[in-house]
Nanobody, 128 residues
Framework: QVQPVESGGGLVQAGGSLRLSCTAS????????MGWFRQAPGKAREFVAT????????????SVKGRFTISRENARENAKSTVYLQMSSLNHEDTAVYYC?????????????????WGQGTRVIVSS
């Protein structure tokens, strides 16, 4: 069983930066694509960024491209992967609960339905 656990959320001023972390444990987790989604109050969960198993291939939502960077570290010997989301030039529209997810496929994917394992989320509030 793979259980992603997010951390790093909090309150930040507009224009500021924040780095989210997600640690997922499991024998095969380093072979999985990982992603970040977010859900703002009253809105549906939306794709933010994704990364393939090796960390070489990434993709972003248009709304965050150029401001957010996803990366990962695989520690096969510990059966653990850590995925980061570096966020900069934050604005009020980035306020949301951010969720980390692991897909049972090796590639990164924008598709919600391809993610099998979800974290509990970490809240980001951007103050103006």
């Amino acid at each position: 069983q793979v259980q992603p656990v997010e951390s790093g959320g909090g309150l930040v001023q507009a224009g500021g930066s924040l780095r989210l972390s997600c640690t997922a444990s499991g024998r095969t987790v380093s072979s999985y694509g990982m992603g970040w989604f977010r859900q703002a109050p009253g809105k549906a969960r939306e794709f933010v960024a994704t990364i393939n198993w090796s960390g070489i291939e990434t993709a972003y939502a248009d709304s965050v491209k150029g401001r957010f960077t996803i990366s990962r570290e695989n520690a096969r010997e510990n059966a653990k992967s850590t995925v980061y989301l570096q966020m900069s030039s934050l604005n009020h529209e980035d306020t949301a609960v951010y969720y980390c997810a692991a897909a049972r496929v090796p590639y990164g994917t924008r598709s919600y339905n391809e993610y099998a394992y979800w974290g509990q989320g970490t809240r980001v509030i951007v103050s103006s």
